[in-house]
């Protein structure tokens, strides 16, 4: 019965590419039809109640079948897999629109909260689930000059992943207006990549904080090796902890940490920065965004990857910010960057593949990629992109118009470029 269930579903699903299901026992069935641009993909279900774990929890079924080595893809990859299924229904192509019922809105505002609700007590140790993981381990996959596990911004598409992070920071110095020996405070610093960047090729002071202390050590290290440790200090600190010691700082940046705020938090992130930032402060937030409604955490990424964590729609964090009198003054769509970037990164997973399951194991390695490869399909066909606020708190601090970020930018990137030939 179960197997039918199955066969019906990916019947429905899949009518471009092809999907072949070796079922247990033997019985074959292909779904779909070849079409150009789309993957053909061979599974093989082990174990007689395969079929029914994962039509009894769709939330999370395939997912654990596939790591746990009952689902395996014998053709293809489960990157072709997840992109084949997303690609069959795409979020710009999205349908009917009709109202959102009452119990649904009700169900996703409840759902996202419960979700993500992120106290300062729970928030560390949500953190360290993902990124204490060692640094060793992301070493192995991310660029190698700034250690960067953010969306990069592919300025030219034959660019390489480490140029690519180079002009991510670049593309964010420039929305920031720096000016020499401003104070700047780097929420969720990672690795110090950006911290560095903005002391080396701005002449900022910048301040990095972060909760995870696998991070933190390997910031200071790599502040000291570039020379910058008098300009850059790291600290293991939450956010929420700052605005009572009275600093304020010019300028405030934080990429890929809001994801991590969650929904019942976000007035409290926003009214920390306005209280942290100079009153002609300007502040930068780069975070992963929904294109649609406020929606809910999947239960994969909750289980696997991000507890506590929250992808954002674009009209909530706003509305959040306005309530501390932040001004949206530039909002920019990163709408391919990350699926680029994520492609980039598990090529190099599959490349040291060997090196992860030694650190780990098997099972570890099928959901890291799994990870990735979901995570593509989102951004390449469904309901996720990059968002990139600048927010100030005086009307008048920056220039009437975006043509000093493009000037900013070529500046900082010409820069690079004598620095490389020289």
């Known amino acids: 019965m179960f197997d039918k269930l199955l066969d019906?579903?990916?019947g429905g699903a899949v009518?471009?590419?092809?999907?072949?299901v070796i079922h247990h026992g033997g019985r074959e069935i292909v779904f779909g039809k070849p079409t150009p641009g789309f993957d053909e993909v061979t599974l093989r279900l082990i174990g007689k109640g395969t079929a029914r774990e994962i039509v009894m929890d769709t939330r999370l079924g395939a997912a654990e079948a596939f790591i746990g080595g009952k689902l395996v893809i014998e053709q293809g990859d489960v990157m072709g897999l997840a992109c084949l299924l997303r690609q069959n229904s795409p979020f710009d192509q999205g349908g009917n629109f009709g109202a959102v019922s009452p119990t649904r809105k009700i169900f996703n505002k409840l759902a996202g909260r419960f979700d993500s609700f992120n106290e300062a007590r729970s928030a560390r140790s949500n953190i360290a689930r993902h990124y204490d993981l060692g640094n060793a381990f992301y070493e192995l996959f991310l660029d190698s000059d700034w250690l960067q596990y953010s969306c990069a911004f592919w300025s030219r598409d034959d660019m390489t992943l480490d140029q690519a992070q180079e002009a991510k920071l670049g593309h964010i110095a420039a929305k920031l207006a720096l000016e020499p020996?401003?104070?700047?405070?780097?929420i969720g610093c990672g690795w110090g990549g950006l911290a560095i960047y903005l002391a080396q090729r701005c002449g900022v002071?910048?301040?990095g904080i972060t909760l995870s202390e696998e991070q933190v050590a390997l910031a200071r290290e790599r502040a000291a090796a570039a020379g910058v440790?008098?300009?850059?200090?790291?600290?293991?600190?939450?956010?929420?902890?700052l605005p009572a010691r009275g600093e304020t700082f010019d300028r405030i940046v934080s990429v890929g940490m809001f994801e991590h705020v969650g929904v019942p938090q976000f007035e409290t992130f926003f009214r920390a920065c306005a209280n942290l930032l100079s009153p002609d402060g300007v502040m930068l937030l780069h975070t992963i965004g929904r294109m649609g409604n406020p929606g809910t955490t999947d239960a994969f990424t909750r289980k696997y990857i991000f507890p506590g964590g929250y992808i954002p729609a674009l009209s909530e964090?706003?509305?959040?910010?306005q309530k501390v009198r932040l001004l949206a003054c530039d909002i920019e769509m990163l709408r391919l960057h990350y699926a680029k970037t994520l492609r980039a990164w598990y090529a190099r997973c599959l490349d040291?593949?060997?090196e992860i399951v030694a650190m780990y194991d098997e099972p570890f390695f099928r959901m890291w990629i799994f990870y990735l490869a979901g995570a593509t399909a989102a951004f390449e066909n469904g309901g996720l992109c990059n968002y990139q606020i600048q927010f100030a708190r005086n009307r008048r601090t920056l220039p009437l118009t975006r043509d000093y970020i493009g000037s900013a930018e070529a500046a900082l990137v010409g820069a690079a470029g004598d620095r490389a030939a020289g």
């Open 181 to 186: 020996g401003q104070r700047v405070l780097d």
């Open 205 to 207: 002071h910048v301040k």
């Open 229 to 241: 440790a008098d300009r850059v200090e790291f600290e293991l600190v939450d956010y929420r902890a």
């Open 317 to 321: 964090t706003v509305a959040a910010s």
């Open 15 to 20: 009518k471009r590419g092809v999907v072949r």
């Open 352 to 354: 040291h593949r060997d």
């Open 8 to 10: 019906r579903y990916l």
